[in-house]
């Protein structure tokens, strides 16, 4: 874990490798969002589960299944940390990261073949599940090296703009693509419409992964010692939950955002299986609604952010999530979720421009691939439970109480969050 800082960070990165670099992240992130925005469990998966037939609560364990991959980091961690270049291995990681895609559309292209009784449904559910699983196994993996591997290739000022410029490019990209995404459901017969997505989704993802090919790695200044044995590794890395108390409000803010987030998934679910909207109709309208918003502030607050810093975006950003909570648990109609994904368009820009910069500045430089990894092992647990937990309310209680719940959490979130000051342990470290 120790480390030998021999340059300063804004040193590392900068002249023509690193404007170069910052457009190449745009671009691909730009096209890796787009297809994550598509096919993301927020819209399509929700409605491809009630187009299957299957209960609220299954949403909630397809989503809870999904979260046992965040341990996966824990088992690399060591390996990662102790590498100096990390290109090709996220490289590697994204390819597996993107075949999963594949497989879905094949597993209901296969499905449309079938008797598609009860038990062919839930083979397709089940085969989705674990494909899901994979991909967040490897995404768990991934984040790691590849946020530090950004983090060493374009510079401190570029990195709030970067967030925000890549999302609102892939958003204004979602914006025609609501009315494709109505068209297909529409149009193809189901569940062909949706592997269409899914393949589509797939070419997408592929295309991030060749602009990802062209970044520059250029040398990091730190070099990391030897790899450690895992105990001592460990040790060292848990110890960090003690002796950082920056961190540790992080954490929590971390914690209770990660539970308040999981009843994202239901919106579009509640407005086709409760509001009796129509759904190609629903899928289409709410991701323009939601990716045209969402374009238009991730510009918009990736500049804000670069000049008043990122905790305030993120403060927003929980106020946002809380508002468009409410507005769920109140609308009378399916009308109101036009708002409900308005105001969530916003609340997504605001996480997607602020998130990554922050915590790139809460886990100390040479320590970012421990840091990540032990923020997921630790939100590990919620993403298992809570996602089950909420299909469980919707479907024995009602939505509106899961939808109050979650937008008092992301309002509790906010007071760990004003506590935590990465520019304090800066200046500590600097007196030091």
Not at 132 to 151: C, E, H, K, Q, R
Not at 266 to 281: D, G, R, S, T, W
Request: aromatic content about 12%.
């Amino acid at each position: 874990m120790n480390t030998t800082i021999t340059a300063s960070g804004p040193a590392v990165c900068k002249g023509h490798s690193a404007r170069r670099n910052f457009w190449l992240h745009v671009t691909e992130g730009a096209f890796a969002s787009f297809s994550g925005m598509l096919l993301s469990g927020g819209i399509i998966l929700p409605i491809l589960v009630k187009e299957l037939g299957a209960e609220p609560y299954i949403l909630g364990i397809m989503g809870s299944v999904g979260g046992l991959a965040v341990l996966a980091p824990l088992i690399f961690a060591p390996y990662i940390e102790s590498i100096r270049k990390k290109k090709k291995l996220v490289l590697l990681l994204g390819i597996g990261q993107r075949l999963p895609l594949l497989f879905i559309a094949l597993a209901l292209w296969a499905y449309g073949f079938s008797s598609q009784d009860r038990t062919a449904t839930y083979v397709c559910l089940i085969g989705i599940a674990f494909l899901n699983l994979g991909t967040g196994f490897i995404v768990s993996i991934l984040v790691p090296p590849w946020m530090d591997l950004v983090a060493e290739t374009i510079t401190d000022t570029d990195k709030p703009r970067l967030f925000g410029y890549r999302n609102g490019l892939s958003s204004a990209m979602a914006v025609s693509s609501g009315a494709v995404v109505s068209w297909v459901l529409a149009s193809v017969s189901f569940p062909n419409n949706f592997a269409v997505l899914f393949l589509a989704g797939f070419g997408i993802m592929m295309i991030s992964l060749m602009l990802f090919a062209l970044v520059n790695e250029m040398p990091c200044s730190y070099r990391p010692n030897k790899r450690q044995p895992a105990r001592i590794y460990f040790r060292e890395l848990f110890g960090v939950l003690k002796t950082d108390h920056v961190y540790r409000w992080f954490l929590t803010y971390q914690v209770i955002n990660r539970i308040g987030i999981v009843a994202l998934p239901y919106y579009a679910y509640v407005a086709v299986a409760v509001h009796h909207m129509n759904p190609a109709l629903a899928a289409g309208a709410f991701i323009m609604i939601r990716q045209a918003t969402n374009a238009v502030a991730n510009f918009v607050f990736s500049e804000i952010a670069a000049r008043l810093g990122n905790k305030p975006i993120l403060i927003a950003g929980s106020l946002l999530h809380a508002l468009a909570m409410i507005l769920a648990a109140a609308a009378p109609n399916g009308s109101w979720f036009f708002a409900v994904f308005l105001v969530w368009g916003l609340a997504m820009a605001a996480k997607q421009v602020a998130g990554a910069p922050f915590v790139m500045a809460v886990a100390p430089r040479g320590r970012r691939v421990g840091y990540i990894t032990l923020s997921q092992a630790i939100l590990a647990p919620a993403g298992v439970i809570f996602p089950a937990l909420a299909g469980w309310i919707i479907y024995a209680q009602n939505h509106e109480l899961l939808f109050f719940i979650t937008a008092s959490l992301m309002i509790l979130g906010i007071f760990p969050l004003l506590r935590c000051n990465p520019h304090d342990r800066t200046a500590m470290e600097t007196m030091d």
